[in-house]
């Protein structure tokens, strides 16, 4: 049995990937109290439509049972159930206008003594639990519903059994870091194409940003001492039976040094390494800033 469980702050896309997975065929269940976990994979056990089941447990569940659930996970994974725990973020700014934009309550302000923004960060608080032990964390803050979607359907319904994903994510510092990076690389002391008037609206995808960089020294050694370094933990992250690396490289706008580290980074580790993705983050935005 495989069992997937959503979790998160309220308004950071639960929902979105909930519906997600139960269009890809996994038997969903909405808010599922966190103590019903047990007896539901015990259930899963004699029925053969129940091989791929996706939950979804948030704030709304007794703190009794959020403070359990580092016991439950351990009867689950001893059990042989193939355990899945994803937990989606956002930054606090982005919640509240969402919140704003539905007009929606947050659960924890329905007693009128917390407002919402201090309801948002004791959600955090009381959700620490599956946070802490989540392989995989996303941050929704930029991402669309669709991309959200897509994200889930390529890194959870899709992914390799028992292999760790590499990620390599390109970003860019004035955007805000990726709440979900494990491992963060700053390269805004390299050269930067951004001061050359012609390759100012080219990308690190495209050729003649990669000759410009390439012209100089600096790129070449930050390119072999960020891959020397992941070669070398790459191993142990591995070991301690992470699903999920995300190495993200960062420079000012996310245009032009970034992209192309992370694209010379990822198409190496490919031959190294059994699942290597490469996503850049600034090129999906509609309006992506200028690196500078």
Known sequence: MQLVIISGRSGSGKSAALHALEDLGYYAIDNLPAGLLIPLAEQARVQENLSRVAVSIDARNLSRDLDHFPTIMRELNADGVDVLVV???ANAKTLMERFSATRRRHPLTRDGQLSLNEA???EQKLLDPLAS???????????????LRNTIAEQ???RPHQTSTL???SFGFKRGVPLDADLIFDV???PNPFWDI???DKTGLDPEVASFLEQYELPEQMYN???QFVSHWLPRYVQSSRSYITVGIGCTGGQHRSVYLAERLGQHFRQLHDDVQIRHRELAAPSPAADH
């Open 188 to 190: 805004r002391c390299l």
């Open 120 to 122: 948002i960060e004791e």
């Open 156 to 158: 959870v319904a899709r």
């Open 167 to 169: 990620l390599f994510q």
């Open 198 to 200: 012609k390759l100012r």
């Open 225 to 227: 001492d960020i891959s």
């Open 133 to 147: 032990l989540a392989q995989l964390t996303l941050d929704t803050t930029r991402l669309s519903v669709h991309e």
């Open 87 to 89: 937990y989606l973020n």
